[in-house]
T-cell receptor
């Protein structure tokens, strides 16, 4: 069974701090990794994608990928209350590249 | 409007009734997906489609039927609704990729909240 595991949280950080969200995956052949943000009652929204080992930065967001450890993380710098949401990690199914394998999500609360 | 739309946004029905959830995308994406999202289970794939007239089962297909006669539409039908099908349903789409990499991102519609009484 291919799995993506995330700490369900809630992760609580003060405004202005760095939030660190982590994800591990079991499919060693996965090549594409995504972070989605989902506000309560809304649909998932893609915020970061990463395909190569190392860091990828986009504004206040940094995705980090370590394929050897099968680990992907998302750092949110200068966290804002508007970042409070559930963050979903997804990786491609190497056996069927048309599908993604989804984690259950980590709930983040940024406290003013 | 560009993007993915779903209708209805909210639906209440009774056990045993047939219900069809609509999904329409304007990007001409090849792939379309239906997910359900429930507390404790996350997003679970019901069916997906690689192109018009090509559909495949996902993780939880039982009790659902799909069709895709046109690239832009991907309706999901619950043939005889059950209480266990109460959920939030998301449609998603993505472009065709030549292989692994940049075109795997899926983009989601706003969702349909379905309640089966």
């Amino acid at each position: 069974q291919k799995e993506v595991e995330q700490n369900s949280g809630p992760l609580s950080v003060p405004e202005g701090a760095i939030a660190s969200l982590n994800c591990t995956y079991s499919d060693r052949g996965s090549q594409s990794f995504f972070w989605y943000r989902q506000y309560s009652g809304k649909s998932p929204e893609l915020i970061m994608s990463i395909y190569s080992n190392g860091d990828k930065e986009d504004g206040r967001f940094t995705a980090q990928l370590n394929k050897a450890s099968q680990y992907v993380s998302l750092l949110i710098r200068d966290s804002q209350p508007s970042d409070s949401a559930t963050y979903l990690c997804a990786v491609n199914d190497a056996g069927n590249n048309r599908k993604l394998i989804w984690g259950l999500g980590t709930s983040l609360a940024v406290n003013p | 409007d560009a993007g993915i739309t779903q209708s209805p946004r909210y639906k209440i029905t009774e056990t045993g009734r047939q219900v069809t959830l609509m999904c329409h995308q304007t990007w001409s994406h090849s792939y379309m997906f239906w997910y359900r999202q429930d507390l404790g289970h996350g997003l679970r794939l019901i069916y997906y489609s690689a192109a018009a007239d090509i559909t495949d089962k996902g993780e939880v297909p039982d009790g659902y039927v799909v069709s895709r006669s046109k690239t832009e539409n991907f309706p999901l039908t619950l043939e005889s609704a059950t209480r266990s099908q109460t959920s939030v349903y998301f449609c998603a789409s993505r472009e065709t990729s030549g292989g692994l990499g940049a075109f795997d991102e899926q983009f989601f519609g706003p969702g349909t909240r379905l309640t089966v009484l």
